[in-house]
């Protein structure tokens, strides 16, 4: 079946810090690969996705995501956080054949001014 | 892009009982969704929904629990029937038109059982 792993479950950081989350995805054919956030208490939002072309994708808010498709993974990265950015994050990847969107488990972010 | 009414926004039920989420879209859509947010957890896939015909369920979901209907491509049910407080979730609506194409959400419905 397919899915998606998000290695870290809560991160915490200072402003200012690098973020790195993880997101690996266990399918062997064609998907989108997508990037969302919801901050507390609101609805889910799009940060950033990747169709195709330069793995290397950039987003709203400093956000930025890259595709290695041979290790099935689509880690988002930004270089300097604040604390705004405390939130939920959500990776999810649509399977091409099925139109299916799954998302992984989340990651909390705090931010600690 | 695709803009998603979905109604109600929130309801508080008794349990035993059922609830039915509505999901209209302003434009004809190939694929629609359904999703389940609980509390403090990540959003699982209820089912797609096809048109004109049954919908397809994810694993641990079933017919009985959770019909759904898709009468065109505009518009779609989802009945959260004999409801229990472990049924408490977002239930969000999501719809794509075709690949290449990011998926849109609608508000959700924010329901609780007592």
């Known amino acids: 079946a397919q899915s998606v792993s998000q290695h870290n479950h809560h991160v915490i950081l200072s402003e200012a810090a690098s973020l790195e989350l993880g997101c690996n995805y266990s399918?062997?054919?064609?998907?989108?690969l997508f990037w969302y956030v919801q901050y507390p208490g609101q609805h889910l939002q799009l940060l950033l996705k990747y169709f195709s072309g330069d793995p290397l994708v950039k987003g709203i808010k400093g956000f930025e995501a890259e595709f290695i498709k041979s290790k099935f993974s689509f880690n988002l990265r930004k270089p300097s956080v604040q604390w705004s950015d405390t939130a939920e994050y959500f990776c999810a990847v649509r399977i091409l054949a099925t139109g299916k969107l799954i998302f992984g488990q989340g990651t909390t972010l705090q931010v600690k001014p | 892009s695709a803009v998603i009414s979905q109604k109600p926004s929130r309801d508080i039920c008794q349990r035993g009982t059922s609830l039915t989420i509505q999901c209209q879209v302003d434009?004809?859509?190939?694929?629609m969704f359904w999703y389940r947010q609980q509390p403090g957890q990540s959003l699982t896939l209820i089912a797609t929904?096809?048109?004109?015909?049954?919908?397809?369920?994810e694993s641990g979901f079933v017919i009985d629990k959770f019909p759904i209907s898709r009468p065109n491509l505009t518009f779609s049910t989802l009945t959260v029937s004999n409801m229990s407080p472990e049924d408490s979730s977002i239930y969000l609506c999501?719809?794509?038109?075709?690949?290449?194409?990011?998926?849109?959400f609608g508000q959700g419905t924010r329901l609780t059982v007592v």
């Open positions: 399918y062997g054919g064609t998907v989108n």
């Open positions: 929904a096809n048109q004109g015909s049954e919908a397809t369920y």
């Open positions: 999501s719809v794509t038109d075709r690949v290449n194409t990011e998926a849109f």
């Open positions: 434009s004809q859509v190939t694929m």
